[in-house]
């Protein structure tokens, strides 16, 4: 019998930042043996464990590696603390606890991803090569939560160049001109409001950097579009290239946003799990992206995403999750499974 605590201390104290998931993966890899599934890796570093056989395959797609920043992992008062607690590690962990010894009908195959927090290359090297009949993504909901939809992304690296000036002159830098030309972004966004978050473009600037080229100014500035269903990652392009700032950027990451049908059988699964463990099921819509963005379109099954662990917590250094949770949200994943893998075709 595997214990959830020493399961989660020891895949989140292997430090997994995006590009450097070997060891965690390795981990991943002899839990999953021990809890009876086959393990493999796959060409991209992706941790795969499989349990059962034959349809229906039921995928729960995980990824294993976090942002930067290494916390101090421990467990004290029923709580690990510890980077990618939540985001994603724990909702791994609670797959494969939900899937262990599973003896019914049809496959489950839970995916340990790399890469997801940069450029999703273990995704994007999976998706096209599965065909699952029905998915979940593994991401933070609380254990109460399934969620139904993410943003789009639109991750833009603008190149800026101008004659270096004293800075006592009237003429403006390089530097306010850059910021000046990103204004447009913002006009771009205002015509997109609408009366929900989830709903509305928005964008941050997340990076500026400066240098010089001999007698020249050379700015760079990374921007980030959050875009709704109704707009498209080509919307986004088609304006910019219609003005002066064309031929000044180019895309480092994007994908259009996902939103899947309320009462598909993977939603009507966690819910029906969720009520099971006596909780009150919540529909959630969010900003962020994940590796459903990519997912759905392709494998254009049932769908959704479910978790353990506060999504709020992401990407800080308060990062944690209560092995209450983390107990719950494993037997709602089993009920979802027992369930899919009896309906799904």
Same mark, same amino acid.
């Given at each position: 019998?595997?214990?959830?605590?020493?399961?989660?201390?020891?895949?989140?104290?292997?430090?997994?930042?995006?590009?450097?998931?070997?060891?965690?993966?390795?981990?991943?890899?002899?839990?999953?043996?021990?809890?009876?599934?086959?393990?493999?890796?796959?060409?991209?570093?992706?941790?795969?464990?499989?349990?059962?056989?034959?349809?229906?395959?039921?995928?729960?797609?995980?990824?294993?590696?976090?942002?930067?920043?290494?916390?101090?992992?421990?467990?004290? &008062?029923?709580? *690990?603390?510890? @980077?990618?607690?939540? #985001?994603? +590690?724990?909702?791994? !962990?609670? =797959?494969? $606890?939900?899937? %262990?010894?599973?003896?019914?009908?049809?496959?489950?195959?839970?995916?340990?991803?790399?890469?997801?927090?940069?450029?999703?290359?273990?995704?994007?090297?999976?998706?096209?090569?599965?065909?699952?009949?029905?998915?979940?993504?593994?991401?933070?909901?609380?254990?109460?939560?399934?969620?139904?939809?993410?943003?789009?992304?639109?991750?833009?690296?603008?190149?800026?160049?101008?004659?270096?000036?004293?800075?006592?002159?009237?003429?403006?830098?390089?530097?306010?001109?850059?910021?000046?030309?990103?204004?447009?972004?913002?006009?771009?966004?205002?015509?997109?409001?609408?009366?929900?978050?989830?709903?509305?473009?928005?964008?941050?600037?997340?990076?500026?950097?400066?240098?010089?080229?001999?007698?020249?100014?050379?700015? &760079?500035?990374? *921007?980030?579009? @959050?875009?709704?269903? #109704?707009? +498209?990652?080509?919307? !986004?392009? =088609?304006? $910019?290239?219609? %003005?002066?700032?064309?031929?000044?950027?180019?895309?480092?990451?994007?994908?259009?946003?996902?939103?899947?049908?309320?009462?598909?059988?993977?939603?009507?699964?966690?819910?029906?799990?969720?009520?099971?463990?006596?909780?009150?099921?919540?529909?959630?819509?969010?900003?962020?992206?994940?590796?459903?963005?990519?997912?759905?379109?392709?494998?254009?099954?049932?769908?959704?995403?479910?978790?353990?662990?506060?999504?709020?917590?992401?990407?800080?250094?308060?990062?944690?999750?209560?092995?209450?949770?983390?107990?719950?949200?494993?037997?709602?994943?089993?009920?979802?499974?027992?369930?899919?893998?009896?309906?799904?075709?």
């Amino acid at each position: 019998m595997v214990d959830e605590a020493d399961a989660l201390v020891r895949l989140v104290r292997a430090y997994s930042p995006s590009g450097e998931e070997a060891e965690a993966v390795r981990v991943f890899m002899a839990l999953a043996s021990s809890m009876g599934f086959r393990a493999e890796v796959d060409a991209v570093g992706n941790g795969i464990a499989r349990i059962g056989s034959g349809p229906p395959l039921v995928a729960f797609l995980g990824h294993i590696d976090t942002v930067d920043g290494e916390i101090p992992v421990r467990e004290e &008062k029923g709580v *690990v603390y510890g @980077r990618g607690t939540c #985001d994603a +590690k724990g909702a791994l !962990v609670a =797959a494969l $606890l939900a899937a %262990t010894n599973h003896a019914g009908s049809g496959e489950i195959v839970v995916i340990a991803a790399v890469g997801e927090e940069a450029d999703s290359r273990g995704a994007k090297h999976l998706i096209p090569r599965m065909k699952p009949n029905a998915a979940i993504v593994g991401e933070p909901s609380g254990w109460e939560g399934v969620t139904v939809g993410y943003k789009g992304n639109v991750d833009l690296q603008f190149t800026f160049e101008g004659e270096r000036a004293h800075l006592s002159s009237p003429e403006p830098t390089t530097v306010e001109l850059a910021l000046a030309s990103l204004h447009r972004l913002q006009a771009f966004a205002a015509d997109h409001q609408e009366e929900t978050h989830f709903r509305s473009v928005t964008h941050k600037v997340h990076s500026i950097m400066t240098g010089r080229m001999g007698g020249r100014e050379v700015v &760079k500035v990374g *921007v980030n579009v @959050r875009i709704p269903p #109704d707009v +498209k990652v080509g919307d !986004v392009l =088609a304006f $910019l290239d219609r %003005t002066d700032m064309a031929a000044k950027y180019k895309v480092t990451d994007s994908s259009n946003a996902v939103e899947v049908d309320r009462s598909n059988d993977v939603v009507r699964a966690l819910v029906g799990g969720i009520q099971a463990e006596g909780g009150q099921p919540t529909l959630r819509k969010k900003s962020g992206t994940s590796d459903m963005n990519l997912a759905v379109p392709v494998w254009r099954c049932p769908t959704a995403a479910y978790g353990p662990g506060d999504a709020h917590l992401d990407h800080t250094d308060g990062e944690r999750l209560s092995l209450e949770e983390l107990r719950v949200s494993a037997r709602v994943l089993r009920h979802a499974f027992e369930a899919l893998t009896m309906s799904a075709t």
